[in-house]
Structure formats: C-alpha cells, structure tokens
C-alpha cells in the first residue's frame, strides 16, 4: 500500500503523465488544458523548490506547464527552470548563498542580514542567468511583487527587457526586516511578492489555471495558528514602510492558514471538478530548511528530500522507501565556466 499523502492518480498527476507521453509542447498541445505551476520560495528555503524543479526538468516535465507562477527566490528558480540546466543554478544555495557575504544575522540592526547585491552578482556573472531566454520562453513566467503604495500583488509577465525582468526579480525577493528599505519596480516602491499573496498557487487560480502543481517550501504539516514573533516584527515593520500594509501582511497570514489546510485535504481528495491542486512539500518527517540557513549540509539535505518527494509523486513510488533508503537522490556535477555552464 502506497503510504503517499497525495493520490497517486490525482489529477494534476494524471495530465502532467499524459503530456509527458504525448510530447505536450506549448507549439504542441497535447490538450485545451491550462497547467499551471506554482513556486514558492523563502529565501534559503528556495533550495527545496529549487530541487523539485531539477527533478520536473530530469523527469521530461519542462514544457508540461503553460504558465509559471512565482515568488521571492522561487521566481528566480523559475527563470532558470524556463532556461533548463536546472542543476547549475540548485548548487547556487549550497555553494555560493551559504556564506556570510549573503547571510549574517550579525547585520540585523542595520536591517541588511540578506545581501541581494551578492546574490545577484552570482546570478548575473558566476552562473549567469539567461534574462533574454526567459523573456522568449513559450511558457509564461509571472513574478509576484508587492507594491508597496498601491498595496497589492501584481503578477507581473509582461517583462520589456533583461533589466525590467531582473528589476521584478530582486523587488519579488526584497524580503522585510532581513533587507532594508523597499526595492523598486517601475518606478514603484516594492517588497517580496508573498508579503500580500502567501503562496502563488492563489494567482495561478485567478489566471484561470485548470490544473496546478503547487510547490511549497515547508514540511507538510498543520498551519500555526499563532502568530510567530518574527511575523508579529514583520508586521511592525511593514507598518513603518506603509501604514497598513503591516496590517495586510497579518490578514494574509490568516487567509493562508486557511489556504493551507485545504491545500493538504486537495492531495489525498482532489474533488471531481476543476480547478484542480496538487501541493507537493517535504514530507513531515523531513527537517526543515531555515530561512536563513549558512550550513552547506543542510541545505543539500533539504535539496536531497524535495528531489526525492517530486520523483515518487511523479513516478508513483511510496515515498516510504525515501526513509528506508530504497530511493535516493545523488548530487550531479557540472563545471563552471566564465562563459556560463559547460
């Protein structure tokens, strides 16, 4: 008996197997679907989501999707994943962000424990990111950003240029308290787009997604239902930015809680009529990769389990053989060159 929380004949599975089979392409459909996938990220708990999109792309899923949905480091997970090479841009986590240049909590009173400007010099010239493949990708990719003033989500897709793109990008990951101030975007004060939108499975849902895989950064698990006292600073904090978006950011933690429960119900019970979510995590048993996470082993821990979750949901394997050892995930190498990846 498969021990899976989800259903292995849950839906979303169900037509991402039957696209990979047919040779779904967005020149080629293989339906008149509209599959969306959603990304969250969390700063260095983006690894996990990271890792699940390596294993969508080992697993022929690349062109499965018609529409990607993102946040924060997920978005930038996003936009390698359009690219491909998946692998390259994972080792960012372990190998370049677990140092101090990027995370110090030491720099909390200066508000500026992330470093984004040494996190995008890796994106942008130790594995660069191609920004012009991302904007001709047939597959649509969407940025969360939270505008500040205006006090919304905007779902950007509409990029004009590399630097528009990269603009969205590091206003989407301008997390509160660990960076300072607000990003801009457009013109636009602007912070990390799951300020407003908890997890961007919801905008996949308002574009009219008939079926979404929802990646999620977390260990399947019940939702708080207490405000955490970094949350309770966060909210502090935003109302400083803005008056009211404090406010906002606390009413869209209740939502998610909410959101969250029916997210795991929609594993196991789908329901018979679309729109149809399948959220994928680590399993509870999993530890849980911090926000802020500098230790090299456990990040790559974390990258090893989400790998594995997304392989046996894809697949149809019990992920019991995850603890038992029957499935595991091996690093890939790949070389580095000043040109990009080899």
Same mark, same amino acid.
């Given at each position: ?13 169900? %037509?991402?197997?039957?696209? $990979? ?17 959603? %990304? ?55 190998? #370049? ?46 940025? !969360? ?56 499975? $919801? ?21 708080? #239902? ?15 930015? $803005? ?17 969250? $429960? ?16 399948? #959220? ?22 974390? !990258?090893?389990? !989400? ?12 992920? !019991? ?22």
């Amino acid at each position: 008996m498969n021990s899976a929380p989800w259903s292995d004949d849950h839906p979303v599975l169900d %037509v991402l197997r039957r696209r $990979r089979d047919k040779g779904h392409s967005p020149h080629a459909p293989a339906d008149d679907l509209k599959v969306g996938l959603a %990304v969250e990220g969390g700063g260095i708990r983006g690894v996990v989501s990271a890792a699940m999109l390596t294993a969508l792309e080992d697993l022929d899923l690349t062109h499965a999707f018609d529409a990607v949905y993102s946040a924060s480091s997920g978005a930038i997970n996003s936009a390698y994943f359009l690219n491909g090479h998946t692998w390259y841009p994972l080792s960012i986590y372990y190998d #370049d962000l677990a140092t101090r240049k990027f995370v110090d909590v030491r720099r909390a009173l200066r508000g500026q424990i992330l470093d984004l400007d040494y996190a995008f010099e890796v994106v942008d010239r130790v594995k660069p990111l191609d920004y012009d493949g991302v904007i001709a990708s047939p597959t649509t990719l969407n940025v !969360a950003v939270t505008l500040v003033d205006e006090m919304r989500t905007e779902a950007v897709s509409d990029f004009t240029s590399r630097a528009d793109l990269r603009s969205a990008l590091v206003a989407s990951a301008w997390l509160p308290v660990a960076v300072r101030g607000t990003a801009e975007f457009r013109g636009r004060r602007a912070v990390d787009g799951g300020v407003l939108t908890q997890h961007p499975y $919801r905008l996949a849902l308002d574009d009219g997604c008939t079926h979404v895989l929802s990646l999620s950064t977390r260990p399947i698990s019940p939702p708080n #239902d207490r405000l955490l006292l970094s949350q309770r600073y966060a909210i502090r904090h935003l109302n400083r930015i $803005r008056p009211g978006l404090g406010a906002g950011y606390a009413a869209a933690i209740g939502r998610y809680r909410h959101e969250r $429960r029916a997210l795991q119900r929609w594993m196991s019970a789908p329901g018979e009529e679309t729109p149809f979510v399948l #959220d994928l995590a680590p399993l509870p048993w999993m530890p849980q990769v911090k926000r802020h996470e500098v230790d090299p082993g456990r990040i790559l821990a974390g !990258a090893r389990g !989400a790998y594995e979750v997304m392989y046996c949901a894809i697949e149809g394997r019990d992920p !019991a053989l995850i603890r038992s050892g029957g499935v595991r995930a091996v690093p890939q190498l790949t070389i580095v060159a000043e040109d990009g990846p080899a």
